[in-house]
Structure formats: C-alpha cells, structure tokens
Nanobody
Framework: QVQVEESGGGLVQAGGSLRLSCGVS????????VGWFRQAPGKEREFVAS????????TYAHSVKGRFTVSKDNARLTVYLQMNNLSPEDTAIYYC????????????WGQGTQVTVSS
C-alpha cells in the first residue's frame, strides 16, 4: 500500500503563488508516478501535472503549463506543486495521487487540499 497526503492549500489573491506538498509513505519503492489533480465546484476532476518518481519526467495540463511546476524530493518522500500567477479559475480542491509500477491507474489518493484564489 502507498499513502499520500496533501498540504499547503489556502487563500491567495489573483496573481499570487502557492506551493502544495504531497507526502508519500508506505511501499514507496513501488511508486512509479505521482500526479496532481483538481476538482472545482460543479466540475469533474481534472489532471493538473505529474512526475515520474525515478526519472523525474513531468507532464502538465495545457491550462497550467508555464505557471505550475511539479517537482520531487525523493529523500524527503515529497512531491511539490509550485503554482504561480494564480487566477480564480484555479480555485479547486487539489488532490495528490500515485500509481505503482506495473499499473497506470492512480489508486492511492489523498484527501485533498483547498485552494481558493480571490479576484
């Protein structure tokens, strides 16, 4: 089993920045990829960004490319999402999730952290 837990959400003004953290625990050697997702009120959950745990290759949704950066610290067992130039459209609950080697399905999810961007 792999466990993930998000932290770092909050309220920020438009144009501001926040950094989210995702701590991973459990069978961390089995982790292949860690992703960030978000769900805004009344909308479906959407992919934001991801990073491969070993190689570090990153992927971004078009809507956040150039503004958000995903990174990892394997020693600290933490994945970060640096969010810059935030807009009210980024308001959502942000979730961290992981999938293990041999699968491509995110099956370990955190409880989420609220990000609210005021105009």
């Amino acid at each position: 089993q792999v466990q993930v837990e998000e932290s770092g959400g909050g309220l920020v003004q438009a144009g501001g920045s926040l950094r989210l953290s995702c701590g991973v625990s459990g069978r961390t050697l089995e982790i292949d990829n860690v992703g960030w997702f978000r769900q805004a009120p009344g909308k479906e959950r959407e992919f934001v960004a991801s990073v491969y745990w070993s190689g570090g290759t990153t992927t971004y949704a078009h809507s956040v490319k150039g503004r958000f950066t995903v990174s990892k610290d394997n020693a600290r067992l933490t994945v970060y999402l640096q969010m810059n130039n935030l807009s009210p459209e980024d308001t959502a609950i942000y979730y961290c999730a992981a999938y293990r080697y041999g699968t491509s399905t995110y099956d370990s999810w955190g409880q989420g952290t609220q990000v609210t961007v005021s105009s």
